[in-house]
């Protein structure tokens, strides 16, 4: 017989990836504008890895990992932070497919949440299932 809780821990390890997905995402589209003196390294996106955990059936994530790419250097003189030849350095981070992590890393965690109701609802009512006095 398998762990009683374990539609729980995987719920929750699900849970916890959609968080970190969210969170991760949400720093990637706070700095959609965030430019540098070009020479500088740009922001760089970062992107969640998970990886499944066959041992509890749940998932975790593996590694972030920046975006890759040559950085795009654009010229924009009244820019503060412009070198002395006027150039900035743009940030690598694509807002469209943000929006799209976003919204997946949001039904991620909403179905979680979802699988873990059901399944306290079920416990609450296997409990209610034994002997009464």
Request: glycine letters at 8%; hydrophobic letters at 40%.
């Amino acid at each position: 017989m398998g762990d009683m809780f374990g539609a729980l821990d995987a719920a929750a390890s699900g849970v916890s990836l959609g968080k970190t997905w969210m969170d991760v995402t949400a720093d990637n589209v706070a700095n959609v504008n965030t430019v540098r003196p070009a020479g500088q390294a740009p922001f760089r996106a970062t992107m969640v890895v998970a990886q499944s955990m066959p041992d509890t059936q749940g998932v975790a994530v593996q590694r972030l990992v920046e975006q890759g790419g040559k950085p795009d250097v654009v010229y924009d003189p009244e820019n503060p932070l412009a070198d002395k030849a006027g150039y900035v350095t743009r940030p690598k981070v694509d807002l469209t497919e943000e929006m799209t992590n976003m919204l997946m890393a949001e039904r991620l965690y909403q179905a979680n949440l979802s699988v873990m109701q059901q399944a306290r609802d079920s416990y609450e009512q296997a409990l209610k299932l034994g002997p009464q006095s």
